[in-house]
């Protein structure tokens, strides 16, 4: 079975809000204009989308699984057949983005992926931890050494 490999817009802004921003369910809940209890559900089933894009990314790359952080956005697989580690974020409006272990540096033909990669560190508030970083492959390499811990 196929999903789509993207979040639903309100869905992804009360994930966003209460583990990027680390607001509490009814700050969102006033900031969205619904209720506490449509923020939890949001919260819930984003949470539950969430895991399949990660597992249907899985699959579609031949991976074994290594782990999953929903409330940071990200997955750590590794496809059989490479042998290499691959990261894979989640970029809010856009869907799931993948970089390989070996292969993280931006240049010209990856600028755009790097580009959206740093956005996802940003909207899940993973940025945090690497202060005074500001070159967009250094905050990528930052990240995944954290990741890696």
């Keep these: 079975m196929a999903i789509m490999l993207k979040l639903?817009?309100?869905?992804?802004?009360?994930?966003?809000?209460?583990?990027?921003?680390g607001k509490r369910e009814s700050e969102v809940a006033k900031e969205l204009g619904v209720s506490k209890q449509a923020v939890s559900k949001f919260v819930k089933e984003g949470r539950a989308r969430l895991?399949?894009?990660?597992?249907?990314?899985?699959?579609?790359?031949?991976?074994?699984?290594?782990?999953?952080?929903?409330s940071k956005g990200y997955a750590i697989i590794k496809p059989r057949q490479l042998r290499v580690k691959a990261y894979v974020f989640y970029v809010p409006g856009e869907g799931p983005r993948i970089l390989f272990e070996e292969d993280i540096k931006c240049l010209e033909e990856t600028r755009t992926l790097c580009k959206e990669v740093v956005k996802a560190i940003k909207a899940w508030g993973l940025i945090k931890a690497c202060k005074g970083v500001d070159n967009e492959e250094d905050i990528i390499r930052c990240i995944i050494k954290l990741l890696e811990e």
Excluded: C, Q, S
Aim: net charge negative; aromatic share 6%; hydrophobic share 50%.
């Design 8 to 21: 639903p817009k309100r869905m992804e802004e009360a994930l966003l809000a209460v583990y990027g921003d």
């Design 51 to 70: 895991t399949e894009i990660f597992l249907e990314v899985t699959e579609i790359l031949h991976a074994d699984l290594i782990r999953i952080n929903l």
